[in-house]
């Protein structure tokens, strides 16, 4: 089991910043692909980021390439995205996902994200 706690939401202005947290406890953090999603009001959960056991790689949806970094402390088990240049189209609540195998095995309980324009 792993247990994933997310904070660091917030509302902010467009074109502002935030740094989202998730914190994870239980089997080892390192052996996890990690990742963030969100969902915006009405519509389905969508893919943001992910970041490899190491952080060497990364892979993030086209919607926030340039804006986001994803990041992860493998000693403190935690995995950050750095949001830039924030519009109200990335208004939401965030989601940490855990990936074992190829599955997105644990999920935290969410970070709302609210970006005024």
């Known amino acids: 089991q792993v247990q994933l706690v997310e904070s660091g939401g917030g509302l902010v202005q467009a074109g502002g910043s935030l740094r989202l947290s998730c914190a994870a406890s239980?089997?080892?953090?390192?052996?996890?692909?990690m990742g963030w999603f969100r969902q915006a009001p009405g519509k389905e959960r969508e893919f943001v980021a992910r970041i490899s056991w190491t952080g060497i790689s990364t892979n993030y949806a086209n919607s926030v390439k340039g804006r986001f970094t994803i990041s992860r402390d493998n000693a403190a088990n935690t995995v950050y995205l750095q949001m830039n240049s924030l519009k109200p189209e990335d208004t939401g609540v965030y989601y940490c996902?855990?990936?074992?195998?190829?599955?997105?095995?644990?999920w935290g309980q969410g970070t709302q994200v609210t970006v005024s324009s």
């Open positions: 996902a855990a990936q074992l195998g190829s599955d997105w095995t644990y």
């Open positions: 239980g089997r080892t953090f390192s052996s996890y692909y």
